[in-house]
């Protein structure tokens, strides 16, 4: 019975891991938006702003992908 107990709590610290990743990633897809939105409404933009525009959209990708990839850890537990 002890050995039960012991796996049910690593697997409860491991599920609570991976969300705060997903939490982390998705606070992190927040940020990068009101960046990107504040960089949209300026009147013009340099090429420095399209190069971060750009930067941002490559973070939220892969931001998207690591997250779908935990989703899909924790449902195929």
Do not use: P
């Not at 002890?2 to 939490?23: M, P, R, T, W």
């Not at 897809?29 to 490559?58: C, G, W």
């Not at 939220?60 to 990839?69: G, P």
């Amino acid at each position: 019975m002890s050995e039960n107990k012991d796996e049910l709590i690593k697997a409860q610290n491991e599920l609570i891991g991976v969300l705060f990743e997903i939490i982390k990633r998705l606070q992190s897809n927040n940020d990068l938006d009101t960046e990107y939105f504040q960089i949209i409404r300026k009147d013009s933009h340099s090429d420095e702003d399209a190069s971060r525009l750009s930067e941002i959209t490559k973070e939220r990708e892969e931001n998207a992908k690591i997250v779908s990839r935990l989703l899909q850890q924790i449902e195929s537990n």
